[in-house]
């Protein structure tokens, strides 16, 4: 049986300021509930109302909780740019249909030399897998629009891609394509590279 989409990234992009937050408070603690609720009670994220703290930072460690501790002590560590491809990781990790839109279209426009990813592209992306996937047709039409644009804005603030949807190639530093790679190779084929960058990442 094919395993159902998680469909809930329709608000807060990338969350780069408000993760290395979560990620601090987690090292701390050395637990995810416990880190939650301190997030929530002490109002680390600034958040106007107590909904909204707790729909956030639900969704913040939902996501971090897809990188162990070493990736998070890196998180805390690295440059702007490593931070993002990081949280990227975290939001491919956390929702196979973001892996799948990385993998299968980003990934794949930019290797055969098609620089651009479109609205287009992730609607026929999205409606090709909606023939295996009854989920995505059970949402509304609104909710999709949403995970649409939510998606498009995590890859603008990862800068995978402009503005104007021309795709930037990933540039990864050698520490974090090293760490990535622990996992296996596949966990690169979400970023924007051909197979001669990854292999010159991991040199």
């Not at 416990?34 to 909904?51: I, M, P, S």
């Not at 999709?144 to 530093?173: G, T, W, Y």
Request: hydrophobic letters at 45%; proline letters at 1%; charged letters at 25%.
């Amino acid at each position: 049986m094919t395993e159902r989409y998680q469909l809930s990234f329709t608000t807060g992009g990338l969350f780069l300021q408000e993760a290395s937050t979560v990620a601090e408070c987690y090292l701390r603690l050395g637990d995810w509930p416990a880190t939650r609720a301190l997030v929530r009670q002490e109002n680390l994220l600034q958040v106007r109302t107590a909904a909204a703290a707790t729909r956030i930072s639900k969704e913040i460690t939902a996501r971090l909780q897809q990188l162990n501790e070493v990736e998070l002590q890196t998180l805390l560590e690295s440059g702007l740019r490593d931070q993002a491809y990081l949280l990227w990781v975290a939001a491919c990790r956390r929702y196979a249909l973001i892996r799948d839109f990385a993998i299968e279209v980003l990934r794949e426009q930019y290797v055969l030399l098609r620089r651009q990813v479109s609205f287009a592209d992730y609607d026929s992306f999205y409606n090709g897998k909606a023939l295996w996937h009854a989920e995505l047709d059970e949402i509304a039409h609104s909710t999709q629009c949403k995970l649409r644009q939510n998606l498009f804005r995590m890859l603008r603030e990862a800068d995978l891609v402009s503005d104007q949807h021309a795709i930037h190639p990933a540039q990864l530093s050698s520490h974090l394509a090293q760490l990535l790679a622990r996992r296996g190779l596949q966990e690169l084929l979400i970023f924007p590279a051909t197979e001669n960058d990854i292999q010159r990442w991991l040199q």
